[in-house]
Each structure stands twice: as structure tokens, then as C-alpha cells.
């Protein structure tokens, strides 16, 4: 202010401000009646400041020194009229932005839907004015209960914050930075939402909302020392405009909110400035980049599946070899023979009888069965490799939506910057209109543009939270958990993806080619996919081993059973004379079998093996060629977004630089509202294009890796270097 005030006055006066004339009153009205009489007798003119300088000089009906009153009084407590257009006053005038505790409250009721608010202001305001009265009033309109909560430092608060379901910051203009981020932590330790009469620096020090606009300071010092200017030059003060214009415009901290569990409402982005941190502050978890991957390759739904199906061709392999263990069986019966045939039967068919035996079976070799377990193993290992294809893509998948979510968060932040630039270029037109050097259909032009900027704000929103839902779902979480992402160090990954490297060898087409080339033959080492191709044509070929040459090897077995007869008894249990009868008894075979006609079916299944492994041969050959042509439109795209990268930071820059020129001329007259909004939006697309080109960079660069089956980022250093090493024999070689 004094800086401004000596600028504008130039040389029509020597300006000063001594140290020992900076007076402040303490609340107190009768030190600052004191302190202005004694002004009085000392200077050429007094500025003063404040709701308590404003009440006394209010009460004044003659000044005998010039003084210039400014300020945002609230007009709930102050006694100054501020109907008037000028003072009306002799050496007396006042420039006043007039606030309003009602307005205020009313904002934000409208937000949280407070039922009892705690109402914090300073202590000797308290004693001096008529708080209560005015509160109880306001209260009563708005059909809530308040309590004041009177402090001298934040220390006071604390205990007052009972019984409350809001705060509101009546006071507290003497609080420095520090005090306010203390105390705006306070009120969120206790879940409350909080409103602040001050200006937005509160907001950014975690007070959740402001209603009042910061856009009028620098008209209030410019006022002020036009003012002075013009007292100087012999205006009367009496005759001065007293108002500065302002409206008043919500400034909510996002993360407060979010803290406090207030929900943004989308009918608020229309008319709210958000600040603070675009992240989750509600997150339970806040996750980075190799976090995700950890966690998708434990809890993937998919991947458990994978498992699954590895676990079950395991058990496959088991079955196969159980084949050559023994199998043995016991078994008991009870018979009964008609007796007379029992008679007869000189014992050995007794009418009543009780047997068991136990029977042994072991197979010695079998060309089904060798071929079934090696068949087996082969499908058990086509699976696993399936597995690790499944793997790499949840790898993948894991990267693309934490890079995705990355994207959709700088969208959003950029969005709504462009919607406060709109905001910003419509108090240009109004100014424009207000001088007449533009017509209504400029506002009305903005109006509809804030209208659609909102709304791209609304779906930027959405579609960062559809971002989160797809993190939670990769990660087998519940979709409506909190959870956040850290944002990415850039300049840390470039290096770890060693940038200016890959840069040198994609933009040199002599060493493109061999580095392409070199790229597909380790794909091609380590699809998974072609490896599980690979087992399962030699599992078929197994089998059609098995059904040529196979089918004529003979299948050796062993078989033996031991026999007991536990009771005889009715007729015929008795053998004559001379003749023992034998309870126990065992059998040992030895069976050799050899298949000569099988109905056809070997000649069938060799059929349909060898026409299995054409088909899986075709399919090697087509997921080789997939590889190939993967490899190289990736590296395209790769190369694509390292041009986008270099090419969008020009753009950006000169759409901002054309964007401030378009701006300033609009203001001056000199362009039309199409040209600054074409100017805007062209600025807007700069860096939604400039944002994005880092992440699909990165995302390319990352379904490359995939391609190739080998993320640098999981695999340690010696690993990275091992592959380095084999790139660079490889183009040794090739030179």
C-alpha cells in the first residue's frame, strides 16, 4: 500500500509514514478514539482500518483531520451507514466492501445442513459488541442453535468445540498462518466442517470454505491510493464513491471437505473454487505404481483362477502316475446254497459259508500309461506358462490403470483451471460492458462457456473416480473403497527407462531396425504364449505316438489274491472221510496283453492328432507373426509419443503465451470474445495433450514390455544390464 500510494502520487507530494504513527487499538474503542486524536494533531491524513476504527469514526459527526476509513466491515455489526454513495461527510470518506454474517451462514448451511454452530470470535469483541444480539438474530432466520466461543489465542478453542456440528470463523483476523493451519487442524480432528469470514489464505490453510473473494485487494489499494491522489490534488473527500464491488464467490478446500465428510455437490462447481491437493484425502491407502503390481499379482480374481488351473493340471500329472501304483482291494461275502446241493458237495459248497479275500493289482509297463503321464506333464506345463501369460497381462493391467487414473487426475485439475480461466474471462467482458467497448452478447457468450466448462468438470470427475473403481476391481478390493494414487516422479522413471537412450536409438533408423529386430527375437524367447503352444504339441505329439507305433507294446501286469473262509455251517459244511477241506488259499498272475484291433479308434485318434497339431502349429506360427507385428507397431507408437512429447511443449508454451496476448488485447477492445475463446480452448487442448503425451509414453513404452515379456521395472539391475549386454552383441553381430 505504501509502495502503490507513493507511485500514484508521484511528485505532487512528499509522502511519508512513520513508524511511530502505525497505531492499533486492540480491540479496544477507546484506545482507538485515543489513538485517532492523537493522529490528529500529527498528520495530514489518516487512513484507518478495521471494524473497531470503523464503529468510532461512525460515531463522529465532524473530523477535523482528513481520514480515509477502509476495509471489509460486516454489515450485521457495523454502525457506519453504508447505504450512501459517498460520505457526505467534510474530510471524511470510507472505501468499504460490505460482508455479511447472514450470507455467509446461509452458504453454508446450504453446504453441511448445520443444526448448532460454533461461533468463533476474538474475546474483546465479545465484551464490546453486541454479539449475542446480532447472532441470535441471524440464528433465528436461518432456524439453527449457536454458541459463541470467545478466544484470545487457538489455545482457547478447544474445549468450546462441544455440542457443535459446524464452526464458524467470525473472527480471528490477527491469527498468522500457522496459528490458522493449527487451528483449521483442530476442527478437522473433531469432524467438523468449518466457514471463515477472512479471505481465502484461510481456505488454503485447511479452514474448509470462505464466501469471500480475494479479487478485490488489489482494487482496494489501488482505491485507496487514488484516494489519497485525489485529496491531493483538492477533491473533496466527501464526495468520494465509497464501495468497492465484489461478489462474493466460494473458495472450498477439497480436502477438508473430504476430511470432514462434506460431499461436493456438482451444483456447486459452477460457482466454487477448489483448492488443495487433487487427491483422496478419505483413502485408506494411497497407492504407488509397483504397489499395485504387488498387490494385483496376490489378489487378482483372474490370476487366483490362473492358480487354480495350474493346481488342477498338477493334480492331472498326479492321476497319470498313479497308474503305476498298486491297487489293493478286500472284500468279504456270505452265501447260502440250497441244501441239497450243498449234500452233495463233499464240503466244498457247505449250504451256509463266510469268505474274504484281498486282491492285489500292479501294472509293470504300459505304453498308455508312460504316454498319458508325459502327456500330462507337457498340458501341466502348457498351463503354468498360460499362467505367466495371464501374469504379464495383469502386469500390464496393473501399470495402464494407475497411469489411467494418473491421466484422468491431471485432466481434472486442468479442467477446472480452465473453468476458473472462463470464470476470469467473464469478468473481463463485464468490464468490457460496463465501459462499453463491448456488447451483452460477449457475457452471455462466457456465461454459456462457464456452463460448458462445468460440465467437463463434472464428467472429469466422474471418470476419475471410474479410474479408482477399476484399480479396486483389479485388486480385487470392494468398488466403493477409498483409496488415492501418488503421483509420479517423471524424471525418475525417464531415467530408470533410460529416455535419452531409447530416444537416440528410435530416432536413428540405422540403429532402429537392428534394435527392432533384436526386440522380436527376445519376444519371441519369452512369450509364454508360444512356450505353452510348444508343450501342447508335444503332447499331442505324445499321443500320436502313442496311436502309431505305441498301440503294438504290450501291457504287463501283476495280479495276486489271498483267499480265507471264516465259517462253514448247514448241510454239506463237512467233508467226508479222508478228505481235508482248505480254508486259505493265494493266486499269483502275471498278465501280458497286446492290442491287435481296437474297433479303429487308434487309427481315428492318430487322425485327429496329427490334424491337433497342425492346428496348434498354425497357431505357433500366427502368435510368432502377432509377436512380430506387436513388437514393431508398438515401437511406432513409442516413437509416436516421444515426438508428442517434445512437439506438445512447444504447443503448450505458445498457446499459453497466445493466450495471455489474446486476453490482454480483449481487454483493451482489440480482439473478439471468439478470438480469446479460441485462444483459450486452443491453450486448454495444449495441455491436455502435453499432460497425456508423458503417460501414453509410458503406457507404450510399458505394452512394449509386455510384448516382450520382461518389465524392467520388476527385474533388478544386474538383470537390466545382463539384457543390455546381450543387445549390444547383438548389434555387434549385426554390424
Known amino acids: 500500500m505504501k509502495w502503490q500510494i507513493s507511485a500514484v502520487v508521484g511528485e505532487d507530494a512528499v509522502i511519508r509514514f512513520p513508524n511511530e504513527y502505525l497505531l492499533t487499538n486492540e480491540f479496544s474503542s477507546e484506545k482507538a478514539l485515543i489513538n485517532y486524536r492523537d493522529l490528529t494533531a500529527k498528520t495530514d491524513l489518516i487512513l484507518a ?8 469514526l461512525g460515531d463522529l459527526d465532524t473530523f477535523d483531520n482528513p481520514t480515509i476509513l477502509f476495509g471489509a466491515l460486516n454489515k450485521d455489526l457495523s454502525n457506519l451507514e453504508l447505504s450512501q454513495q459517498t460520505s457526505g461527510t467534510e474530510n471524511f470518506t470510507y472505501l468499504i466492501k460490505k460482508e455479511s454474517y447472514l450470507d455467509d451462514l446461509k452458504v ?22 453486541n454479539v449475542d444480539e446480532v447472532f441470535s438474530s441471524i440464528f433465528q432466520e436461518l432456524k439453527a442453535d449457536f454458541k459463541i466461543i470467545p478466544f484470545d489465542s ?37 469432524k467438523l466442517p468449518s466457514f471463515t469470514s477472512l479471505g481465502t489464505e484461510a481456505v488454503h490453510q485447511g479452514i474448509m470454505a470462505t464466501n469471500q473473494s480475494d479479487d478485490s485487494f488489489d482494487q482496494f489499494i489501488r482505491r485507496i491510493a487514488l484516494s489519497v491522489e485525489g485529496f491531493i490534488n483538492g477533491e473533496s473527500l466527501a464526495e468520494m464513491p465509497v464501495f468497492i464491488e465484489s461478489n462474493n464467490h466460494l473458495t472450498l478446500n477439497y480436502n477438508t471437505a473430504q476430511k470432514v465428510g462434506v460431499p461436493i455437490k456438482y451444483s456447486l462447481i459452477n460457482s466454487t473454487t477448489f483448492v ?53 482291494t478286500a472284500s468279504s461275502r456270505s452265501v447260502y446254497v440250497d441244501p441239497d446241493l450243498a449234500a452233495v458237495s463233499l464240503g466244498q459248497n457247505p449250504e451256509f459259508s463266510t469268505t474274504g479275500n484281498i486282491t492285489l493289482q500292479q501294472v509293470l509297463f504300459s505304453e498308455a500309461s508312460n504316454a498319458n503321464i508325459r502327456i500330462q506333464r507337457k498340458l501341466n506345463q502348457a498351463q503354468e506358462e498360460a499362467y505367466k501369460a495371464t501374469a504379464l497381462d495383469i502386469v500390464f493391467d496393473g501399470f495402464n490403470v494407475y497411469f489411467n487414473a494418473l491421466i484422468l487426475k491431471a485432466n481434472l485439475q486442468i479442467q477446472m483451471r480452465n473453468l476458473e480461466l472462463t470464470r476470469e474471462n467473464l469478468k473481463i467482458a463485464e468490464q468490457n460492458f460496463a465501459a462499453g467497448q463491448t ?85 519371441k524367447k519369452n512369450a509364454p504364449e508360444l512356450k505353452s503352444l510348444k508343450y501342447t504339441i508335444e503332447a499331442v505329439d505324445r499321443s500320436l505316438k502313442l496311436n502309431t507305433s505305441g498301440r503294438f507294446l504290450p501291457t504287463l501286469s501283476l495280479q495276486s489274491q489271498y483267499n480265507q473262509v471264516f465259517n462253514r455251517s448247514g448241510a454239506g459244511s463237512t467233508s467226508p472221510s479222508g478228505f481235508e477241506l482248505i480254508n486259505t488259499n493265494y493266486n499269483v498272475a502275471l498278465n501280458l496283453s497286446i492290442p491287435i484291433v481296437n474297433q479303429n479308434q487308434n487309427n481315428i485318434n492318430r487322425q485327429i492328432n496329427q490334424i491337433q497339431i497342425d492346428q496348434l502349429t498354425i497357431n505357433q506360427a500366427n502368435t510368432t507373426l502377432a509377436i512380430d507385428r506387436n513388437i514393431r507397431s508398438t515401437v511406432l507408437n513409442v516413437i509416436n509419443q516421444i515426438s508428442n512429447i517434445e512437439l506438445s511443449k512447444i504447443s503448450e508454451q505458445a498457446a499459453k503465451e497466445a493466450l495471455s496476448l489474446t486476453q490482454s488485447s480483449y481487454s483493451n477492445g482489440a480482439v473478439t470474445v471468439i478470438q480469446l475463446i479460441d485462444a483459450q480452448n486452443n491453450y486448454l487442448n495444449a495441455q491436455l495433450a502435453s499432460t497425456n503425451a508423458v503417460y501414453n509414453y509410458l503406457i507404450n513404452a510399458l505394452q512394449l514390455e509386455r510384448f516382450l515379456g520382461y518389465y524392467f521395472l520388476l527385474n533388478s539391475e544386474e538383470d537390466n544390464a545382463a539384457f543390455n549386454a546381450r543387445f549390444l552383441a547383438y548389434l555387434k553381430n549385426a554390424n
Request: charged share 25%; hydrophobic share 45%.
Open 276 to 328: 488443495g491437493e487433487m487427491k483422496n484425502s478419505l483413502s485408506r491407502k494411497t497407492f504407488n505404481a509397483l504397489e499395485i503390481i504387488d498387490l494385483a499379482l496376490a489378489r487378482n480374481l483372474t490370476l487366483l483362477s490362473g492358480e487354480k488351473e495350474v493346481a488342477l493340471t498338477g493334480q492331472d500329472v498326479r492321476i497319470a502316475k498313479s497308474s503305476y501304483l498298486p491297487s489293493i
Open 108 to 129: 453454508f448451511q446450504k453446504l453441511t445442513g448445520f443444526k448448532k454452530v460454533g461461533v468463533l470470535i476474538e474475546r474483546p469483541l465479545v465484551k464490546r459488541l
Open 49 to 56: 482500518f478495521g471494524l473497531v476504527n470503523a464503529n468510532v
Open 439 to 523: 456488447g451483452k452478447s460477449d457475457q452471455l457468450r462466457f456465461q454459456s462457456q462457464v456452463a460448458q466448462d462445468k460440465q467437463a468438470v463434472i464428467e472429469a470427475v466422474n471418470q476419475l473416480e471410474q479410474g479408482y473403481i477399476n484399480i479396486n476391481q483389479l485388486l480385487n478390493y470392494n468398488l466403493d473403497e477409498e483409496i488415492d494414487i501418488e503421483d509420479l516422479e517423471l524424471d525418475g522413471i525417464f531415467k530408470e527407462y533410460s529416455y535419452e537412450q531409447l530416444v537416440r536409438l528410435l530416432d536413428n533408423p540405422v540403429s532402429r531396425e537392428p534394435f527392432i529386430a533384436f526386440l522380436v527375437e527376445e519376444a
Open 154 to 190: 487457538v489455545g482457547d478453542i478447544s474445549d468450546g468445540l462441544v455440542d457443535v456440528d459446524a464452526v464458524y470463523m467470525a473472527g480471528g483476523f490477527l491469527l498468522n498462518q500457522e496459528e490458522v493451519k493449527k487451528l483449521a487442524q483442530l476442527i478437522i480432528d473433531k
